[in-house]
């Protein structure tokens, strides 16, 4: 696709098939606005917390859910392994917010409905390996919004961890969408790069992500 289809979105680059990094995408007061919401996410109904792995690994990102809870590696609609707390609901503004940009990388929104968000938050040596999202029972593609500190977003192939990938930056404000041949690439941030954030959206350090899914799960998982 060629630029002059997205007079708007002069930025945006596509990293492999259906992979698209728009730079600076999120306003300065939409930046502001998802970090006040982040926080109180973070508060409760249930805590953001460091997922422990099946093997005893802790992560060292901390998370908070929306809609649907993640834990290694399954959707449940309560917090199994923190504090059994029914996760918060998924509100219909950041559904709102994923069709934008959905649209905003591909032209069109083809009908996306998110109903998962995992909120992630780096301080400046979390990192995370690389994984593929794959808990979702949908094809739909994962919305990533970044904020604060950026960081190393190696973003590689369906196939294995390994290479070929590509190394992106992500700064505060970045859109980065992975869908249809991308959807199921393996990915991870190796580093975040502190003290390069953007204090003017209300976090003085340390990086936040948020990503949206459609899990194609109904009921209670
Ligand atoms: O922090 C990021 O940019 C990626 C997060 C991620 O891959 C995930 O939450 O599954
Ligand atoms: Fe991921």
Redesign the pocket.
């Known amino acids: 696709m060629t630029d002059a289809l997205f007079p708007l979105d002069r930025g945006r680059v596509e990293v492999a098939p259906g992979a698209v990094h728009v730079p600076g995408w999120l306003s300065p007061e939409r930046r502001r606005g998802l970090v006040e919401a982040c926080r109180a996410w973070a508060r409760g109904p249930v805590p953001i917390r460091h997922t422990v792995l099946p093997g005893g690994g802790v992560m060292s990102?901390r998370?908070v859910c929306l809609g649907w809870h993640?834990l290694p590696y399954r959707y449940a609609r309560t917090a199994d392994d923190v504090n059994g707390a029914p996760v918060a609901a998924f509100p219909g503004w950041l559904g709102d917010l994923g069709r934008e940009a959905v649209a905003a990388a591909y032209g069109e929104d083809g009908g996306y409905r998110p109903d998962a968000a995992?909120v992630?938050f780096?301080d400046g040596d979390a990192r995370?390996g690389m994984?593929q999202?794959r808990e979702e029972r949908s094809a739909a593609p994962?919305v990533?919004l970044?904020i604060g500190d950026g960081?190393l977003?190696r973003f590689g192939n369906a196939q294995g961890r390994g290479r070929p990938y590509t190394d992106v930056r992500?700064e505060s404000g970045d859109l980065?969408v992975f869908g249809g041949p991308s959807r199921f690439a393996y990915?991870?941030?190796p580093r975040v790069y502190p003290g390069t954030g953007d204090p003017a959206a209300g976090l003085r350090a340390g990086?936040l992500?948020i990503?949206l899914r459609e899990t194609g799960l109904s009921g209670g998982g």
């Open positions: 990102v998370t993640w995992l992630n780096y995370m994984h999202d994962v990533s970044s960081c977003f992500l980065f990915h991870g941030v990086r992500n990503t």
